[in-house]
């Protein structure tokens, strides 16, 4: 009845799954008069358990590869605009004739303005990458010692003796 209460949690999602699994090899069945689990049976809890642990997985890292992107093209991007701006400056300067601040002033100040943007973009794309990749291990890491109390429970419990 509590499960209804964590909705999208990932653990949540691990012990539905499991709970699913027991519930079909009981067949509906109550636990303190139905037959000892065989090993097989566990195997199958333990499968279904890894199973709902790696779709969680999946679906925290969905969008990661956005961040991922973000933080490898944006340097790029700036440098980009770089050698952009350092392109016009020259040419401003060939139009001209002449290697004045006013004829090259435009064409530095995009270059540097392009490189502060892709850094601007890169680093907390980087950084926020980094810490939510961080907290899906932490989260993976911790959905795998609950499967393991999951599965220590109904050994403990249901399992043959």
Do not use: C
């Not at 980009?80 to 350092?86: A, L, P, R």
């Not at 795998?144 to 003796?161: A, I, K």
């Amino acid at each position: 009845a509590d499960r209804k209460e964590f909705g999208s949690s990932p653990f949540a999602a691990v012990f539905q799954a499991g709970l699913a699994e027991l519930a079909l090899i009981m067949g509906g069945g109550r636990p303190s008069i139905a037959r000892p689990l065989t090993m097989v049976q566990m195997d199958g809890i333990e499968r279904s358990l890894e199973r709902a642990i790696s779709e969680q997985v999946m679906e925290l890292r969905r969008h990661l590869i956005t961040l991922a992107t973000t933080a490898g093209v944006a340097p790029f991007v700036g440098l980009f605009g770089t050698v952009w701006g350092i392109m016009k400056a020259f040419a401003a300067m060939s139009m001209t004739g002449s290697a004045s601040i006013s004829s090259v002033a435009p064409g530095v100040s995009a270059a540097l303005t392009t490189t502060v943007a892709g850094l601007a973009v890169a680093i907390p794309a980087l950084v926020g990458y980094n810490y939510l990749m961080n907290r899906v291990r932490t989260i993976t890491m911790t959905m795998e010692n609950f499967s393991s109390e999951f599965l220590s429970t109904v050994e403990r419990n249901l399992g043959e003796r």
